[in-house]
T-cell receptor
Framework: DVKVTQSSRYLVKRTGEKVFLECVQD?????MFWYRQDPGLGLRLIYF???????EKGDIPEGYSVSREKKERFSLILESASTNQTSMYLC????????????FGEGSWLTVV | SQQGEEDPQALSIQEGENATMNCSYK?????LQWYRQNSGRGLVHLIL?????REKHSGRLRVTLDTSKKSSSLLITASRAADTASYFC????????????FGTGTRLLVSP
């Protein structure tokens, strides 16, 4: 079974802190994604990566950056956390190619106080 | 930007009944997928339907796609309490790259 593991399930951070959310997948997938999920807004794509060291902005990249130094790992970075970044963050991965299933991690609940 | 919009936003039924959820989208697509999310958990893939398909079945799931109306429906037959979850449609928005755009979801409650 494909496994996408998010390092932290629940985090509480202070405004202005630098926050790292880590994600690892074990199926040699080329594509990796970071989404955030908020009530009434559904899932919104922050960043995605289709190869090591490659990244593309999604719909809401402002205030975030990402890093993909190894194929299996995709990190989301909040350079200076703000309260409006309190949310559920979901990492996902998939094989390259049209119509492939996207596999999600269990999510990281981030609260910024 | 939201590509898919699910309807209804919430649905409450009794065990044994059928549940139908609808999804509308805005741009041309290569495929459309449905995902399920249990409360507070990640999403799980249910079924994919390609743009040249009109209907697809998987167990108690039936998905239809009408590309002329830019809409899809997910039917869950003989619902069980364990089907209680949120259901999302997702499209590739015709990007040619596997970047899915999700709708806002339908919350399904199945009561015993």
């Amino acid at each position: 079974d494909v496994k996408v593991t998010q390092s932290s399930r629940y985090l509480v951070k202070r405004t202005g802190e630098k926050v790292f959310l880590e994600c690892v997948q074990d199926m040699d997938h080329e594509n990796m994604f970071w989404y955030r999920q908020d009530p009434g807004l559904g899932l919104r794509l922050i960043y995605f990566s289709y190869d090591v060291k490659m990244k593309e902005k999604g719909d809401i990249p402002e205030g975030y950056s990402v890093s993909r130094e190894k194929k299996e790992r995709f990190s989301l970075i909040l350079e200076s956390a703000s309260t409006n970044q309190t949310s559920m963050y979901l990492c996902a991965s998939s094989k390259q190619g049209d119509g492939n299933t996207i596999y999600f991690g269990e999510g990281s609940w981030l609260t910024v106080v | 930007s939201q590509q898919g919009e699910e309807d209804p936003q919430a649905l409450s039924i009794q065990e044994g009944e059928n549940a139908t959820m609808n999804c509308s989208y805005k741009t041309s697509i290569n495929n459309l997928q449905w995902y399920r999310q249990n409360s507070g958990r990640g999403l799980v893939h249910l079924i994919l339907i390609r743009s040249n398909e009109r209907e697809k079945h998987s167990g108690r799931l039936r998905v239809t796609l009408d590309t002329s109306k830019k809409s899809s429906s997910l039917l869950i037959t003989a619902s069980r309490a364990a089907d209680t979850a949120s259901y999302f449609c997702a499209t590739d928005a015709g990007t040619g790259f596997q970047k899915l755009v999700f709708g806002t979801g339908t919350r399904l409650l199945v009561s015993p």
